[in-house]
Nanobody, 126 residues
């Protein structure tokens, strides 16, 4: 099992930046594909970004391509989401997720993830 704790959310003006972090427990972090999802009020949880076990493969939602960057540090058991050029429509609770993976791919589908963090609020003001 793995436990995930997100941090780094907050209130930022449109055009600003935030970096989210997700710290994972356990000694096998490098065996997990990791992802970021978000959920705005009244909407379903949606995919934002994903990264494979090694960090070599990444995937992004079209809405964040070119603005967000996912990365991981397996030595620190942490995955990051650098968010630049934030827009009001990026406002949501952001969740980190982990999937024990036998191959080195980035996973974009919500149902593929077994473990979830508690979420961190990101609010972008106009």
């Amino acid at each position: 099992q793995v436990q995930l704790v997100e941090s780094g959310g907050g209130l930022v003006q449109a055009g600003g930046s935030l970096r989210l972090s997700c710290a994972a427990s356990g000694r096998t972090f490098s065996s997990y594909a990791m992802g970021w999802f978000r959920q705005a009020p009244g909407k379903e949880r949606e995919f934002v970004a994903a990264i494979a076990r090694s960090g070599g493969n990444r995937a992004y939602a079209d809405s964040v391509k070119g603005r967000f960057t996912i990365s991981r540090d397996n030595a620190k058991n942490t995955v990051y989401l650098q968010m630049n050029s934030l827009k009001p429509e990026d406002t949501a609770v952001y969740y980190c997720a982990a999937d024990y993976s036998t191959n080195d791919v980035a996973r974009a589908r919500l149902y593929e993830y077994d473990y979830w963090g508690q979420g961190t609020q990101v609010t972008v003001s106009s």
